[in-house]
């Protein structure tokens, strides 16, 4: 079965701060994708990958930066946290040509 | 474009009742699709998926969904809910070319 973690699983920063969130699958997924997730939005697609290497915007990449360093990991980076980065943020692998997800158990981020 | 809509965001239903949470999609041709679901505080598990064929699938804990092309709906069923059911909802769809779109989500309460 697939496994996809996060770390950390909570967290608070300062505004203005850096923050990285990271993500870590061991099922060789070539695809890996980063969303937050809040009340009202559902899920949406803040950067994703192809692969080592790769990165891509998604629906909502303003704010954020993605580094995808080996098949297994897929960072997001907050360069200058705001506020209204204040979310629950998922990473997951998987979904090439019409397989599903697999989703990690998320990463909830507080930005004061 | 592509889409998905959940036209209920709350549904309420007694332990032991029917349960059939809604799920229409845009899509011109026929979609990879999928019912995810949230327990609170975890990531989104895969409870479903439908590629082709039979339009009637089973999923996981006694789950099942309606695929029909017709009336652009994967509706997703089960005969007796158990409070342990009680989750938010997710319905996906991927043309497997492209990312997963999500609709909003259903959350869903069984009252014991």
């Known amino acids: 079965e697939a496994a996809v973690t996060q770390s950390p699983r909570n967290k608070v920063a300062v505004t203005g701060g850096k923050v990285t969130l990271s993500c870590n699958q061991t099922?060789?997924?070539?695809?890996m994708y980063w969303y937050r997730q809040d009340t009202g939005h559902g899920l949406r697609l803040i950067h994703y990958?192809?692969?080592?290497?790769?990165?891509e915007k998604g629906d909502i990449p303003d704010g954020y930066k993605a580094s995808r360093p080996s098949q297994e990991n897929f960072s997001l980076i907050l360069e200058l946290a705001t506020p209204s980065q204040t979310s629950v943020y998922f990473c997951?692998?998987?979904?090439?040509?019409?397989?599903?997800?697999?989703f990690g158990p998320g990463t909830r981020l507080t930005v004061l | 474009a592509q889409s998905v809509t959940q036209p209920d965001a709350r549904v309420t239903v007694s332990e032991g009742a029917s349960l059939q949470l809604r799920c229409k999609y845009s899509y011109s041709a026929t979609p990879y699709l999928f019912w995810y679901v949230q327990y609170p505080r975890q990531g989104l598990q895969l409870l479903l998926k439908y590629y082709s064929g039979d339009p009637v699938v089973q999923g996981v804990n006694s789950f099942e969904a309606e695929f029909s092309k017709s009336n652009s709906s994967f509706h997703l069923q089960k005969a007796s809910v158990h409070w342990s059911d009680s989750a938010v909802y997710f319905c996906a769809l991927t043309t497997g070319y492209q990312n997963f779109y999500f609709g909003k989500g259903t959350s869903l309460t069984v009252i014991p």
């Open positions: 099922n060789n997924h070539n695809n």
């Open positions: 990958s192809y692969g080592a290497g790769s990165t």
């Open positions: 997951a692998s998987g979904g090439l040509g019409g397989a599903e997800q697999f």
